[in-house]
């Protein structure tokens, strides 16, 4: 395995249709595992209880294997409540993507999430990946990597308690580092009065050792199936700590970044007021084609981590929504991204024998003009899961949701209610406190004929191609002051020029001003008490916005934060005053200083 982000996919063995871990010696489940689940877990934890009592409950898990606990689990509390509920599991192998869509062939018929967890389960990267289903109802957080690791942040970032605990790693004899004495501690540290846990095991040191901090223990008759198995329920007198959702927001902005925003807090149960004086999708959300790809970085940096994880969350997040349209893309070399850049992404990636479907492909020349249709281009990225995504149409069926109003004009908004501010440039004159490094840079881009061309991806390199039925997209314009539009056209046209017929006509245009900081990176945190930010998306709202979203949204809800300390840093809106006190007023175009052109 190449790079320390990286997660080997677990081993697994087929026996007809049940799972064996040979790395283990232990089967994920039993021939009944449907069954086996809601007599090991949903029934001994009170799921239906807990969650008819609380309305919204949260549920811890280690082992997330083939997900099956956590869709049993969400399907009960679908068919007997009202309530939602936060799934939160670790898992230290997680799943090849060959392995989940057997899990899928063998229960979507029966337990249909099964079908959006395998489309969009989560990659095999280290950190945390977060889904969601139904709406917003239910709510997935998985961990990839090391138990305590995972445990540790989840204690750290999350501020609502568990309500119940499956233990689900396999056999304590045969994997005991997810039944060691310290990961009953972080467990416990979590739980309340009433937390309840349930386990297959009956081992009787796991029995011991949860009593030991603090769960009261009984065996389960499991007969005939198997003997018993474990459940218990804390007793120590600690109050719950609720997941609550705000009874009202406001958002400033109605771009993608506010209509995300603003529907995640919506189907979470808060009355959102998203103020845009243009209206929606007035500012960079205007643009009808915009590519969800990733700028990779081969580095280990924050940007890194950040640009992958957004990249993942994008794609799963605007899956089968209005306005969003699979569409592969291929990226090549251009002014960023010299061949050797490109080579150590992909060595950082893509693992040796990359897994079927996996999201990421190098391809050389050849394979280039055949996805392309440019001859001569050198090696290119491959990201076949990418997107086109026509914000306004997207932007509209975000904002579309009994819990948001859209107005013109801010209602004397409520100093107990929170503020998230997503509106671009206009967050210079919002919060001119935090001193901001946002540039306005200007673009445009063009509706061309289509020429004769089989070519399926689009191509994104010195700027970006996006083949169509009768017509293709080409951009976009970087412009720190606005161009004429013709001249805008003809560099799109000049851009692209290898990909077009030499009679290419010029159909329409679409110019918008991006909001680019003076590091590239979004703006997304909290500023004080009230208040929050998530925009400052530059050249890729359409990968990050779904990120800054779900990260303000879980900051709100109690959630543990999908962002990990460092990226969460990296974007904080205070960086640019802390950085103005270090080393003087930013510089370059827009800031007053030195020329970043080069990168878009
Ligand atoms: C030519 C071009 C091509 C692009 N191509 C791509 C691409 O291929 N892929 C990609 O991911 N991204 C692309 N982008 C960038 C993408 O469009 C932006 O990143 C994204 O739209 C930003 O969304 P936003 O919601 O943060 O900001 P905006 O869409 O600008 O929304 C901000 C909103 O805030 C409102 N506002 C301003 N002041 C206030 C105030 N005081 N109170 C309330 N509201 C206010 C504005 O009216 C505006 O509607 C492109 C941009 C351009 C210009």
């Not at 540790?152 to 004495?181: C, I, K, T």
């Not at 149960?269 to 970085?297: F, N, Q, Y």
């Not at 992404?345 to 079927?356: F, G």
Request: glycine content about 10%; charged content about 20%.
């Amino acid at each position: 395995m190449r790079s320390p982000e990286l997660l080997m996919p677990a081993e697994i063995e087929w026996r007809d249709t049940q799972c064996y871990a040979p790395r283990f010696g232990d089967i994920y489940a039993s021939a009944d595992a449907q069954a086996e689940v809601e007599r090991v877990f949903v029934e001994p934890c009170g799921v239906s209880q807990l969650s008819t009592r609380y309305g919204r409950i949260t549920i811890a898990e280690l082992g997330f294997g083939t997900g099956l606990n956590f869709v049993v689990t969400a399907a009960r509390v679908l068919r007997d409540t009202t309530a939602h509920m936060h799934f939160i599991s670790i898992e230290g192998h997680p799943l090849a993507q060959s392995d989940w869509e057997r899990m899928r062939a063998q229960y979507h018929s029966r337990l249909p999430l099964y079908d959006r967890l395998a489309d969009h389960a989560p990659p095999l990267l280290r950190g945390w990946h977060r889904r969601e289903f139904c709406g917003g109802r239910i709510v997935l957080s998985v961990f990839h990597g090391d138990v305590l690791d995972g445990l540790a942040e989840l204690a750290a970032g999350q501020s609502a308690g568990v309500d119940a605990w499956y233990l689900d790693g396999f056999a304590p004899a045969r994997n005991p580092d997810m039944w060691s004495a310290e990961v009953f501690a972080a467990a416990a540290r979590t739980a309340h009065e009433g937390t309840t846990v349930g386990t297959f095991t009956s081992a009787g040191s796991v029995r011991r050792a949860l009593s030991a901090v603090g769960f009261e223990m009984q065996r389960v008759d499991q007969r005939p199936h198997k003997r018993e198995s474990l459940a218990g329920v804390f007793k120590k007198a600690r109050p719950r700590r609720a997941s609550v959702a705000p009874v009202a927001v406001t958002v400033l902005g109605a771009g993608i970044g506010g209509a995300l925003v603003a529907r995640d807090l919506a189907q979470q149960g808060a009355a959102v007021t998203v103020v845009d004086p243009d209206g929606p999708a007035a500012g960079a959300s205007r643009i009808p084609a915009a590519i969800m790809h990733a700028r990779l970085l081969a580095d280990g940096s924050a940007t890194a981590e950040y640009r992958v994880a957004a990249y993942h969350h994008a794609g799963a997040r605007l899956a089968a929504m209005n306005g969003v349209t699979p569409q592969p893309v291929v990226q090549i070399c251009g002014p960023n991204l010299s061949e050797n850049k490109l080579r150590r992404i992909a060595a950082r990636y893509i693992p040796e024998e990359p897994p079927e479907g996996y999201w990421l492909a190098l391809l050389e020349g050849g394979a280039v003009a055949t996805h392309t249709g440019l001859t001569d281009a050198g090696p290119g990225l491959l990201f076949p899961c990418a997107n086109l995504i026509d914000l306004p149409t997207l932007v509209t069926a975000l904002l579309d949701h009994t819990g948001i109003e859209v107005r013109r004009d801010l209602p004397g908004a409520h100093p107990e209610h929170p503020m998230v501010v997503c509106n671009g440039l206009g967050a210079l004159e919002t919060l001119p406190d935090l001193g901001l490094e946002l540039a306005h840079v200007h673009g445009q881009l063009d509706r061309v004929s289509m020429p004769q061309t089989t070519a399926a991806s689009a191509l994104v390199g010195n700027g970006y191609f996006v083949p169509g039925e009768r017509s293709c997209i080409v951009g976009a314009t970087y412009e720190y002051a606005p161009w004429d539009p013709g001249r805008a056209t003809a560099a799109n046209i000049e851009k692209n020029i290898q990909l077009l017929d030499s009679g290419v006509r010029p159909l329409s245009r679409y110019r918008a001003t991006r909001a680019v900081t003076s590091d590239r990176l979004p703006i997304i945190g909290q500023v004080s008490d009230n208040l929050w930010m998530a925009t400052g998306f530059g050249s890729m709202g359409t990968t990050a916005a779904p990120l800054a979203a779900a990260e303000v949204c879980s900051a709100l809800m109690g959630w543990l934060p999908p962002l990990s300390a460092r990226v969460r840093q990296a974007l904080d809106p205070h960086r640019f005053r802390a950085r103005q006190q270090r080393r003087g007023p930013a510089k370059g175009p827009g800031y007053g200083g030195h020329d970043r052109r080069a990168e878009p």
